[in-house]
């Protein structure tokens, strides 16, 4: 529960709202700061009373089964779930599980598509205190190996989307073979051998509820779930998302009242936190009702949102793009949307959607996976993540702010710059820095990995000895009225297709390819495309051309080794390359040049997916690439 000092600055801040007017000529900004302060109050609140009572998101959905069993938990495919329906469901995967004789805290890895099965699935393994390794279902090859292997699963579940079953027969033989793995959607006739029926075993399992006691080892710190991530170096690495973060992240809908005659519609992987963590939790957090679509669609967009009764959405900035595009229509200010909450919404589009659909109010965050906080927008400004005065910093002490920070960061030497006292300097008005976050003593790792991994994402001894911070990697503005603009990530991972690409990732794979000497990758900015298209510069070894069966081996090996989104668009091929002093590629140039000829003298190549290679981008036809959707 919250204190009595602040339970003070509460009604501090709520006396204060009263002489907002008078404020406003010496702060202008001070009612923004209220309206953003009391709608993290409401988090808190919440958030608070299950930690300190030990609420974990499968008690709370177990109170609801017992609530409203007959209420409407999903809609998807013309189908209805209720609560009860996905109760029996996670029953059966629960007691399915238990039959394996598995320990108290193992994982269980999952690779599923947005379907009923992952969150029965989800709830099943919570039911007995598992972990749920949420696989990256557009994974292949050696990404999809390490993922797997990463996690340390017990058993892999697959579902019943088109080749993921192929997918993980590719790298089967470099799994254990004692590793159960069970598929959805196939008959145990129709699976090769070493894989087992899903559908089978829950046909012939009854809903039989499990005891509590099963998770009685179970505490806040226990991982809930591992979500990949990117990061900035390497391959997916799981990021570790507890019971506590689960709590807390099942709350921030109530910034605006997300309550239980809500629908909220989810066309996002479930796989991301995004709409795991925001869509799906905080739907159970208040016993809502949630809209599932397998894949997103732009032209089915708002005739699921009419068809469901959808009230809140979550997105990703990409999406309302896509959804520009749709012809207009009579019907498009035709729904019952009252926000519209997720990242990414980039400054070019958030009007234009905002006012062709009439949507009231848009919500825009800022935050990370493994991070340990979140930047919020409650006050619809547009283009804004969220707020950070000096008020605001202050009053993120008592937990009505984030205990975020943004601080001055030297770009060339790609570190935070510290005053004579050693000690970081916060960013001010008109000023744009590194976003940091405060991280609770508890928390000693990010990742499941190594202590060296994890240590790379700390910042320590930044305003006070001993003190921690985690480092997003992104640089945020400060405006004159404090609010925040996300402005550019840093180091190694950009952003496409609504996926966090590695670059280092990208470039051990076509590193392998024995006529490639070198490899830097990066991301750039193509117009009306959000995000940073892959672009490769290539440093071919001595002797080797650039000739047909060279490009058509490079997409090739991107097209068996590389997610579709990871594989870069354009290739740029070098006759050297440039290194920092620490041997590390230079990029600021190359992602300024991009990939107009008209600039770049190298050969520039753009992917050709008709013919399964690269073709020559010239003048002419660089121009057609800029008017394409990527």
Not at 40 to 51: A, E, H, P, Q, S
Not at 86 to 113: F, H, Q, R
Request: proline share 5%.
């Amino acid at each position: 529960m919250p204190s009595n000092r602040t339970n003070v600055l509460y009604g501090a801040a709520g006396a204060a709202a009263g002489g907002v007017v008078a404020w406003r000529s010496l702060f202008p900004w001070i009612g923004d700061d209220l309206t953003t302060a009391l709608g993290m109050k409401k988090v808190g609140d919440r958030k608070d009373t299950d930690l300190a009572n030990e609420v974990y998101l499968i008690d709370t959905f177990e109170g609801f089964v017992k609530q409203h069993p007959n209420k409407v938990f999903l809609y998807f495919e013309e189908r209805e779930y209720t609560y009860e329906f996905v109760n029996n469901m996670a029953n059966k995967i629960a007691n399915i599980v238990l039959s394996l004789n598995l320990s108290p805290g193992d994982t269980v890895a999952t690779m599923i598509e947005n379907e009923p099965s992952f969150v029965w699935t989800l709830l099943g393994l919570q039911k007995i205190g598992l972990v749920d390794a949420f696989i990256n279902y557009h994974l292949t090859a050696e990404p999809l190996l390490h993922s797997i292997r990463a996690s340390s699963a017990k058993v892999v579940i697959i579902g019943s989307g088109e080749g993921l079953l192929e997918s993980v027969n590719e790298i089967r033989h470099n799994l254990s073979e004692n590793l159960p793995i069970y598929v959805q959607g196939r008959s145990q006739s129709e699976l090769p051998p070493g894989y087992l029926s899903l559908d089978h075993a829950m046909e012939r399992t009854l809903p039989l509820p499990v005891s509590k006691h099963l998770r009685s080892h179970v505490t806040l710190m226990s991982p809930l779930c591992y979500i990949y991530t990117s990061g900035t170096t390497g391959l997916p690495k799981p990021a570790i998302f507890n019971q506590a973060k689960a709590i807390s992240a099942s709350k921030i809908w109530a910034s605006f009242d997300f309550n239980d005659s809500d629908v909220s519609y989810a066309v996002t992987p479930l796989y991301h936190s995004g709409a795991a963590s925001l869509c799906l939790m905080n739907t159970i957090a208040v016993g809502a009702s949630m809209a599932l679509r397998r894949k997103f669609s732009a032209r089915h967009y708002w005739e699921d949102c009419r068809k469901y009764k959808v009230t809140v959405v979550h997105y990703i900035g990409e999406l309302f793009r896509y959804i520009l595009k749709v012809p207009e229509s009579p019907l498009d200010d035709v729904h019952n949307i009252r926000v519209a909450m997720g990242n990414g919404l980039r400054l070019d589009i958030w009007k234009k959607f905002q006012d062709r659909f009439k949507i009231p109010v848009i919500v825009e965050h800022f935050g990370a996976t493994e991070g340990t906080s979140i930047a919020i927008n409650l006050t619809n400004k547009v283009g804004a993540v969220g707020r950070l005065s000096p008020l605001m910093r202050f009053a993120s002490k008592y937990k009505l702010s984030a205990p975020i920070r943004v601080i001055h960061y030297d770009r060339v030497k790609d570190e935070p710059i510290r005053g004579k006292n050693g000690f970081c300097i916060d960013c001010g008005a008109g000023e744009e820095g590194l976003i940091i976050s405060e991280v609770p003593e508890t928390t000693t790792q990010f990742y499941v990995g190594s202590k060296a991994m994890n240590e790379k994402k700390f910042l320590r001894d930044v305003f006070v000895k001993g003190d921690a911070y985690f480092n997003y990697g992104d640089i945020l503005f400060v405006d004159k009225d404090y609010y925040l603009y996300f402005r550019d990530r840093l180091g190694d991972t950009f952003r496409w297709k609504s996926e966090n690409v590695s670059t280092r990732e990208v470039a051990e794979v076509l590193s392998t390819l024995k006529f490639i000497q070198d490899v830097n990758v990066y991301g750039v900015e193509v117009p009306d495309n959000d995000g940073k298209a892959g672009m490769a510069a290539i440093l071919l070894k001595d002797g080797t051309s650039i000739t047909p069966e060279v490009l058509q081996q490079i997409y090739k090996k991107c097209a068996k080794s590389l997610p579709s989104y990871a594989r870069p668009i354009f290739l740029r091929f070098q006759a050297d390359f440039n290194v920092t002093q620490t041997m590390k590629h230079k990029k600021s140039d190359l992602v300024k040049e991009g990939y107009n000829p008209d600039i770049v003298s190298d050969p520039l190549f753009c992917v050709d997916v008709k013919n399964k290679t690269y073709s020559p981008l010239d003048s002419s036809s660089f121009h057609q690439v800029i008017k394409s959707r990527l």
